[in-house]
């Protein structure tokens, strides 16, 4: 596949390959309509059915990524397979990996604070949505054209069910030079302190040009990360000193927050900052819509019918949610969303990426009730309707489910993810 050029899905050209890990080849792609560049990453099915695991870690991977759409994370465009390989369809991001730049030397301070606070955006997002990275290192940190970061490789990255009874995470993963010491003690941990941590890290190595924590022999790379042993170079300025000092704090409660680091005089130095994550996400669309986006999930799902079902695609762990499927156009779907929503007095906003947003009047138990619901074409006479909670009490959401749904019947050919085997439609037919 290196030397030869292929046609994906008839959607995509692939090209020369771009990097390989143990599991996935990466290449570059390029969109037949519209010629805009991409990183189409290829893992092979066999490899994935092999490892124990593995199988769930790519489900995780996929569910992640979008939940996590933000400016300074690479983009997850759309998941397609083969009965042989799984594609990821990505951004395609021009500028190669900050640790290009850190490998040459240290950065002006004035880059090296560019380049922190887009890190610290991206992540103070992915931990609004319950997404620990564990994996932050400049080799994951991208830069596009433009000289913007974007965080890249989700593989390792933790969601709210992983975190065990006692209110933590327990699997030991990171790059060693990087993890919080209290990933290295075996003990449990906190994934969204732990990153703030690894991002302590990575300011260091902007500033110095080399890591804090560095010895041949491992152990004692440990003990000095056990410790917090570093030494500042002479060029860092006071107040670079003063946030190094308070990002690689060994106790992790006494860390410092994104929140505290967003206030920091260094921080807020000579910077303009971009829309808070919650502006990003609810951006309103002025432009009509135009389709909504695909999600090749119907071949996706049958390529992996041996022992590899990916069925919860649009099923998001993290949210309280319903999923459904319709034959009818994804204007039809919006348009009725938002009829039966308002009849039901709810405040309804629809966008141009084939969105429904929809917010209750009334204060509820835990503020107001919220939700969306997002429409993927996955055939073109076939559509799956994400409808998911984003803020509010689970009762109450529950109660407005069993509202809507028999008021959305017309355009539901299946509901799935609830709890009934299953959904018996009005025609006699059965469907799962």
């Given at each position: 596949?290196e030397?030869?050029?292929r046609?994906?899905?008839?959607?995509?050209?692939?090209?020369?390959?771009?990097?390989?890990?143990?599991?996935?080849?990466?290449?570059?792609?390029?969109?037949?309509?519209?010629?805009e560049?991409?990183?189409?990453?290829?893992?092979?099915?066999?490899?994935?059915?092999?490892?124990?695991?593995?199988?769930e870690?790519?489900?995780?991977?996929?569910?992640?990524?979008?939940?996590?759409?933000?400016?300074?994370?690479?983009?997850?465009?759309?998941?397609?397979?083969?009965?042989?390989?799984?594609?990821?369809?990505?951004?395609?991001?021009?500028?190669?990996?900050?640790?290009?730049?850190?490998?040459?030397?240290k950065l002006?301070?004035?880059?090296?604070?560019r380049?922190?606070?887009?890190?610290?955006?991206?992540?103070?997002?992915?931990?609004?949505?319950?997404?620990?990275?564990?994996?932050?290192?400049?080799?994951?940190?991208?830069?596009?054209?433009?000289?913007?970061?974007?965080?890249?490789?989700f593989?390792?990255?933790?969601?709210?069910?992983?975190?065990?009874?006692?209110?933590?995470?327990?699997?030991?993963?990171?790059?060693?030079?990087?993890?919080?010491?209290?990933?290295?003690?075996?003990?449990?941990?906190?994934?969204?302190?732990?990153?703030?941590?690894?991002?302590?890290?990575?300011?260091?190595?902007?500033?110095?040009?080399?890591?804090?924590?560095?010895?041949?022999?491992?152990?004692?790379?440990?003990r000095?990360?056990?410790?917090?042993?570093?030494?500042?170079?002479?060029?860092?300025?006071?107040?670079?000193?003063?946030?190094v000092?308070k990002?690689?704090v060994?106790?992790?409660?006494?860390?410092?927050?994104?929140?505290?680091?967003?206030?920091?005089?260094?921080?807020?130095e000579?910077?303009?900052?971009?829309?808070?994550?919650?502006?990003?996400?609810?951006?309103?669309?002025?432009?009509?819509?135009?389709?909504?986006?695909?999600?090749?999930?119907?071949?996706?799902?049958?390529?992996?019918?041996?022992g590899?079902?990916?069925?919860?695609?649009?099923?998001?762990?993290?949210?309280?949610?319903?999923?459904?499927?319709s034959?009818s156009?994804?204007?039809?779907?919006?348009?009725?969303?938002?009829?039966?929503?308002?009849?039901?007095?709810?405040?309804?906003?629809?966008?141009k990426?084939?969105?429904?947003?929809?917010?209750?009047?009334?204060?509820?138990?835990?503020?107001?009730?919220?939700?969306?619901?997002?429409?993927?074409?996955?055939?073109?006479?076939?559509?799956?309707?994400?409808?998911?909670?984003?803020?509010?009490?689970?009762?109450?959401?529950?109660?407005?489910?069993?509202?809507?749904?028999?008021?959305?019947?017309?355009?539901?050919?299946?509901?799935?993810?609830?709890?009934?085997?299953?959904?018996?439609?009005?025609?006699?037919?059965?469907?799962?």
């Amino acid at each position: 596949m290196e030397e030869e050029r292929r046609v994906l899905f008839g959607k995509y050209e692939m090209g020369r390959l771009l990097g390989k890990g143990t599991f996935a080849k990466v290449y570059y792609g390029k969109e037949i309509i519209g010629g805009e560049s991409v990183a189409i990453k290829v893992i092979n099915k066999d490899h994935v059915l092999k490892r124990q695991g593995m199988m769930e870690q790519i489900k995780r991977e996929i569910s992640i990524m979008k939940l996590v759409r933000h400016p300074n994370i690479v983009e997850l465009k759309e998941v397609m397979a083969t009965k042989t390989k799984i594609f990821f369809v990505m951004e395609f991001v021009r500028g190669g990996e900050l640790f290009d730049k850190v490998s040459k030397g240290k950065l002006h301070e004035d880059a090296a604070r560019r380049y922190f606070h887009q890190l610290i955006s991206a992540v103070d997002f992915c931990h609004s949505r319950g997404v620990s990275h564990r994996d932050l290192k400049p080799e994951n940190l991208l830069l596009d054209e433009s000289g913007d970061l974007k965080i890249s490789d989700f593989g390792l990255s933790a969601l709210p069910e992983q975190i065990l009874h006692d209110g933590l995470l327990h699997t030991q993963c990171g790059t060693p030079a990087y993890v919080a010491p209290e990933v290295l003690r075996k003990k449990g941990y906190d994934g969204a302190k732990a990153d703030i941590w690894s991002c302590g890290v990575v300011l260091y190595a902007l500033l110095a040009g080399c890591l804090p924590f560095r010895d041949e022999n491992l152990m004692n790379m440990y003990r000095k990360i056990f410790r917090a042993d570093f030494e500042f170079p002479p060029w860092f300025s006071p107040e670079s000193r003063r946030l190094v000092s308070k990002l690689l704090v060994v106790d992790p409660d006494r860390r410092i927050s994104v929140a505290e680091i967003m206030r920091t005089p260094w921080l807020r130095e000579s910077f303009n900052p971009p829309p808070l994550a919650f502006e990003i996400d609810d951006r309103e669309e002025t432009e009509p819509p135009v389709s909504p986006k695909v999600f090749n999930a119907f071949e996706f799902i049958s390529s992996m019918s041996s022992g590899f079902d990916l069925s919860s695609l649009f099923q998001s762990e993290r949210k309280v949610q319903s999923v459904f499927t319709s034959r009818s156009s994804a204007t039809e779907i919006m348009e009725k969303i938002e009829t039966v929503t308002k009849e039901m007095d709810m405040n309804v906003k629809t966008t141009k990426d084939f969105r429904v947003k929809v917010e209750g009047k009334a204060e509820g138990r835990k503020g107001r009730l919220s939700m969306t619901a997002e429409v993927f074409e996955v055939a073109p006479e076939m559509s799956v309707v994400e409808f998911c909670k984003s803020a509010g009490d689970t009762l109450e959401y529950n109660r407005f489910y069993e509202e809507v749904r028999p008021a959305l019947n017309d355009i539901v050919w299946s509901w799935h993810g609830d709890n009934s085997a299953v959904n018996q439609k009005p025609d006699g037919h059965v469907t799962g």
